[in-house]
Each structure stands twice: as C-alpha cells, then as structure tokens.
C-alpha cells in the first residue's frame, strides 16, 4: 500500500450545501491531532453531486474517490486510509462506476482534479499552453480556421457555428471591439456554467484571451449571475492571477497582444440571457432586447462590433487549440461536434453536472450515465432547455443528444439543464410551472409576449385548479402560435415550448384534469384530498404536528382524521407519515370526500 | 450612520463618469445601506447624469433590487425546475406558516424576509433553500423548520 500523499475536497457550490467544509475542518483536525503533515487541498465540482461530499485521497500508486461523507466518516478515513494505509471499502466509489465511466471530459477535464484557486495546478494541466500557442505561432485567421474546422457550435443553446461569429465579428468594420462571455445561466434546472467556473475559471479566461486575439478585441466582459458569488469570487482571483503571470492585461506574454477583462454582476432578470439584453444591462440599461439585424457583429456593446458567446462555448476552445479542430471534429455527429455538458437533475438516481459526447442516445443519459429514476418509480419525462425547451417522453428516448434531432422533438439542446421526471410529476403542473416562470421574466417589450403568456397561464391555472374547459387546449394552442410569431426574442418566441410540448405527448392528462378533475402525479392542490388510512394509522401524530392548518388531528395510539374543510393540500402530513398511513385521493373518489359548500360553511361555524 | 454616508459618498465618487456605472452603483449602495432609498436613487440620478425617473425604472426593472429594509436574515426559496418538482411549494408553505408572512415580505420583528428565487443551481440536492449566504438541501418541512431554529439561536 502506498503512502497518501494529498486529500482532496470537493468545495463546489453543491459539496459545500452538502457540508464538505465541516468534512474539511475534521480532516484538518483529525489529521492534526495524529501529528500527519499529509497536506488538504481543495478542488471545484467532482461532479458526482449526488455523492456529496466528495473526497479524492490521492497516493502515488492511484487515486481513490470518496462518497456521502460526513465529520464522522472522514475521521474513519483518516484512521483506516492515511495511517492504515488500506481504503475503507464501504465508502468508496469505485473505478468503475458507471457515472463516472461512462462520461467523456473535455471542458470538465480539470473539474474536481485541480484547485480552482491555484493557477500553477492550471499550468500543470496544460494551462494557457493554447493561448501561448496561439500568440507565438498562429494568425487570427488560423485561429478562426482552426475553430471552424472543429464545428464547434454555441452551447449557450442555439448552436449557432463559432467560427462563423467569429470571422464575421473579425471582418465586421475596423476600431474598437468587444468581446462579452454570457455567464447569465438563467434557466432553472441548469448550474453547468456555474460548476466550471468554480471548478476551472482559467480555462474559460484562456478561451476568451483566444477569441479576443481572433477577432482583434482588446477588452471584455463577463456578465455573471449575482446569485453566483463562489463563481465570482474564484473569477476575480484568477483574473488577478493571470495578470500577475502578463497571461492577461497589456502586451499578454511579451506578444503584441492585449487584453482585459471585466466581471459585471447580473442583477436578477432572465430576459438578460438573450445577448441584445445582455448588452443593454451592462450599459447601465433596463435589460430589453432590440431588433436584429444589427447582430452583435456589427453594432454590439456601445455600438461597437461584438463578439458573445457562452461560457461552455469559451470553455471548449483551449482544448480546441491545443489538440487541433480536426481531433475534436472526431467527436460527435456530422452536425454536431465535440461534446455536452449536461447538468442532470430532478428525480434521477444519479444527479450532477457530467458531460457526454454528442451523439449519445437520452437513454444512455438518463439510464447509462444517470442510474435511472430515484426510488424506482416509472419514467415519465425529461425536460431539456428549461423554459425555452420541452419535455420528451418515453417513446422518444432513442432520440441522440445533438443540435438537430433534439429540436425536431420539440424540445430544444438549450444550454444544458436536463430535468428527469417520474409518475409523480404532473405534466400540466410543469407547463404551468414555465409559464408562470416566462410570464413574470417576460420585459414587457412585445404586446404577445407580455399578455399572451399571462393569458395563457391563466389558462393553464384554470385546468390545474379544476375549472379547464375542453375549448381551452384549442385556446392554448392558438395562442402558443401567436405568442410565438409576434416576439422579438427569444423568450417570447420559446415561451409556449414546455406547452406546446406537453399537449403533444401528454394530452391525455390535461383532458383528465378537465374532463375528471383528476391528476394522475397527485400534484394539483386543487383536485386532491387526504386521508388517513384507518388500519395502518399507528396514531403517532407526526402527521398532526407536520400540518400547519391544524387539519390533521387525533389523539395518541388512536386513528387520525384530516378535517378536509381545514385541509389545503400542502402534503406535508404525507410527508412526515412514516407508516404510508395516508392517501391521496384525486377525481371522483377526491370529489367524494371533499367537503360540501354547506359542509365547509358547517365547519367554519363549528 | 456617518460612516455609512461618508462611505456611500465615496462610492458616488469612485464610479463617477465611468461607463455603464448604474447598475454597480445600485448595488453597491443596496450592499451598503441594504436597500435603495428614494434618496439614494436622486443622489445616484444626478451623479450619472440621468433622470430619478431612468433610475428608478431601471432598478425596478431587475429583481436583485429592494425598496424597502430587509430583514436581518434572509431566506430565500429556490424555484427551479429540479425543487419545483421535488416539493419548493411545501417549502413555501411551511415557512408561511412559521414565520406568518408571505413571499416578499419582512416578520415584524425585522428577522426574517422572505423571498422567491428562480434558481440557486443546487439542483442535486433539490429542494434547496438560502438563508443568507448558506444554501442548505434536501429539505423537507421538518428539516426546514430545524434550519430556521437554528437560525435564530
């Protein structure tokens, strides 16, 4: 057995949530208290955010990965690894794991393996060797060529080509020029972008220094999301590092070459997402998009020709310049190379951020990579592209992960958030859920956007409270359409995607909400009631204690009763349940316990 | 309070004719002084040289900005797509229940506001919630009321 050399935590955004800092204090401490010098250093996102938190123990004869740990359990480790010398079995995550294995890691290469704060460990991993290449021995239009060649496209979710943007920024008019990287990851159900730039923000500084030199851009921006601080805080320190080694800021590595950039903190709006929008906030403005043409290329940032991508995009090109277009072209399909990072979340076995060559089937995501459904309950749906996006059923799930095939289910590759859902999600609730999201994002600029989505959440509201008309699924289409052709951007134009999605392979259950007040996931407050089961009921009275309206009441040891007329669906009572003692109930069999209006009325008066 | 003005004034002045300086200066000053004041925006319109009334609609446009004193601690529900489907609305309701506020509003105590926030990207441990700075996940109702008496001890 081989001496540890190093520990390792995980001190991503999701480990910390997890409580890898109180594992790290009590390896500092353990360690200590036996006198080891063995030295605890920290790392950004593993990935495997499931396993949280995360230690690697690193020795010279290999690397052994560490899950589900806590102050207790790193002590064990301390003991039984470092000064036993043997990994304790039962909390290792093996080698093989297929999470792990089944993963192919370009733009995550260095996630969860160096420390996000030391740019040494970056330079030991091949840091900035593509900048240095790209200073020293290539053109910008070598460069733009060579991005070209690996058919590298935005991963912000359109897919537009890089190079492309690239070369038309570059040949736009001559004089001051932007570049601008999109770190607004707005959508709900996606962190990809945080987890990197946590876990490498070099690399993403290094694709930017590249893209900069390509289109003759001497400054930029990075426009992040304030609920992001660890991302920020890790960007300016190694901003401030780079400068210091001249691997940014005036004449980059004694080339003619410069170039700075800025972090501006978002303020809270998702429209911001949408580069016209974007470029209006860091102006100072009210974040609303304009009309396009003028692209960004032309007249961007303070009118000036500008180039933004995303920050997947930027964290692609190191690699790119460094092993050649050609080699990364190898991975993927004929329309779409390379790879995706996907952050993989909802009710899935597995979850995390991972990244997988395109080309992969959606099962192999969700069942290879994933693990399946949580709790073994039966797959319903998964979401891809968060509100711009939809939700694809189970009969599509031999459907690849590229650009083409996503969009032609309706759904979209978007930048990356993956959704799973079970039995237990109900689909109209989800569509409800976007709408209702879009709506209040919506700037207000275009009259379909802005009222045709609050009309058509209304809609979606009545069905889910159990007031649907059947007239209302031809309702929702016909504004979906219109709503989806008179909206200048993209949030308008993507809004009626979870809803149009839905109605085209879960129709069935809106028709059930409307025709039966019945929702099948049990989800819609409306058209559920609880009840305590007499024979399982072990009178503990955790359900009386978990309802906040008093509904749930009885006494120790005997049966309990929910008052339904107290009652408001919460299913909190469901939760604290140990014994599966109580029943949701949903259309007639619902309709026949809840209580009357002369019913209600009694009850109030009692 | 005086150190607060002196350090408000010095803000003014650091960003004082720099390019797209509103939006720093706003959050800045709510970082500073907790919220945005009436005042402040006057003081923050005149530094930049814009009207009250373009100031006003372009913090009201963004929804980091407050109008009004938070309180002490903050807590703040996430509504992704992942909480969403694993439960935020009973998180929601717990806390509504405890603390007797509804979303956007500040206890009478001045301890506790409650707030919505469309993604903390913590999907993995969904359902996730943030007091303060510290995201705390995998919550249920019973979990979430330990992590609010935790909170006030």
Same mark, same amino acid.
């Given at each position: 057995m081989s001496a540890v050399t190093e520990l390792v935590v995980g001190l991503g955004s999701c480990g910390i949530a997890a409580g890898a800092r109180q594992v790290h204090e009590a390896l500092l401490a353990e360690l200590a208290a036996r006198g080891l010098k063995v030295p605890v250093t920290s790392t950004g996102c593993i990935g495997a955010c499931h396993r949280e938190p995360l230690v690697e123990v690193r020795t010279a004869g290999g690397r052994f990965l560490y899950g589900d740990l806590d102050a207790g359990k790193a002590r064990q480790l301390v003991e039984a690894h470092v000064v036993g010398g043997s990994p304790v079995q039962e909390l290792l995550i093996p080698e093989d794991y297929p999470y792990l294995a089944r993963q192919r890691k370009i733009v995550l290469a260095n996630c969860g393996v160096i420390?996000? *704060?030391s740019l040494e460990d970056y330079l030991a991993a091949e840091g900035y060797q593509a900048l240095r290449k790209v200073l020293t021995s290539l053109t910008p239009e070598q460069v733009i060529a060579e991005v070209q060649t690996s058919g590298l496209r935005g991963r912000g979710g359109a897919g537009f080509s890089t190079g492309l943007k690239w070369s038309l920024a570059r040949s736009s008019r001559p004089g001051k020029r932007y570049l601008v990287c999109n770190a607004d990851e707005g959508d709900p159900g996606a962190f990809m972008d945080r987890s990197l730039l946590e876990s490498d923000p070099h690399a993403v500084l290094e694709g930017m220094a590249i893209a900069a030199y390509a289109i003759g851009a001497d400054e930029a921006y990075m426009y992040v999301r304030a609920e992001y601080p660890l991302a920020i805080k890790r960007l300016e320190i190694a901003i401030q590092q780079a400068k210091q080694k001249k691997l940014l800021g005036t004449r980059i590595m004694g080339s003619d070459f410069s170039f700075e950039i800025h972090v501006k903190e978002g303020? #809270?709006? +998702? %429209? =911001?997402? *949408?580069e016209t929008a974007l470029m209006s906030s860091i102006e100072g403005k009210r974040g609303m998009p304009t009309l396009r043409p003028p692209f960004p290329a032309e007249r961007g940032l303070w009118g000036a020709p500008t180039n933004i991508n995303n920050v997947e995009t930027y964290g692609n090109v190191p690699y790119i310049l460094r092993r050649g277009g050609a080699e990364y072209a190898k991975l993927g399909t004929a329309k779409s190379k390379g790879t995706k990072v996907f952050a993989l979340a909802g009710k899935i076995k597995h979850g995390g951020m991972i990244e997988v060559p395109m080309g992969i089937t959606l099962r192999e995501v969700i +069942?290879? %990579?994933? #693990? #399946?459904i949580a709790g073994d309950k039966k797959f319903k749906a998964v979401q891809l592209g968060g509100p711009s996006g939809g939700c694809i059923p189970e009969? !599509? !799930? *031999?459907? /690849? %992960?590229?650009y083409d095939s996503l969009t032609a289910t309706g759904a979209i590759m978007g930048s990356g958030g993956m959704v799973v859902m079970d039995e237990s999600t109900c689909m109209v609730d989800v569509a409800r859920y976007f709408l209702s999201f879009t709506q209040s994002e919506s700037c207000g600029k275009c009259t379909f956007c802005r009222i045709g989505t609050k009309r058509m959440l209304e809609t979606l509201e009545r069905i889910c409270g159990g007031q649907g008309r059947m007239s209302d699924i031809d309702l929702l289409q016909e504004l979906a359409l219109k709503v989806r052709l008179a909206s200048l951007c993209g949030l308008g134009q993507t809004a009626p995607n979870p809803v149009l999605t839905t109605l085209r392979y879960f129709q069935e259950e809106y028709e059930e909400h409307i025709r039966e007040k019945r929702c099948r996931a049990k989800q819609c407050r409306a058209l559920i009631r609880y009840r305590v089961i007499p024979e399982t009921c072990t009178g503990c009275l955790a359900c009386a204690k978990a309802c906040p309206t008093q509904a749930a009441v009885g006494e120790r040891k005997k049966v309990h009763t929910i008052i339904q007329d107290k009652?408001? /669906? =919460?299913g909190l009572c469901f939760q604290a349940c140990r014994f599966d003692a109580i029943e949701v109930l949903t259309g007639p069999e619902a309709a026949a316990v809840a209580p009357t209006d002369a019913g209600a009325a009694e009850g109030g008066a009692a | 309070m005086e150190h607060v003005a002196d350090s408000f004034e010095r803000l003014l002045e650091a960003w004082r004719g720099q390019k797209g300086n509103v939006i720093p200066l706003l959050q800045k000053t709510q970082k500073l002084r907790g919220f945005l004041s009436n005042e402040d925006m006057a003081r923050i319109a005149r530094v930049t040289g814009k009207s009250p009334a373009e100031i006003y609609g372009v913090a009201t446009f963004y929804a980091q900005f407050r109008f009004q004193p938070p309180g002490r601690h903050t807590m703040k529900v996430c509504h992704g797509t992942a909480c969403h489907v694993n439960g935020a609305d009973s998180l929601d309701t717990t806390l509504k229940m405890e603390l007797g506020i509804e979303t956007g509003q500040t206890t009478a105590d001045g301890e506790y506001s409650l707030e919505k926030v469309a993604c903390l990207g913590c999907c993995s441990l969904a359902p996730v919630v943030m007091l303060d700075s510290e995201v705390h996940g995998r919550l249920t109702g019973d979990k979430l009321k330990k992590v609010l008496r935790k909170g006030k001890s």
């Open positions: 420390d996000p *704060e303020a #809270g709006a +998702f %429209v =911001c997402g *949408e +069942f290879g %990579v994933g #693990g #399946g009969s !599509l !799930l *031999e459907v /690849q %992960v590229d009652c408001i /669906q =919460c | -």
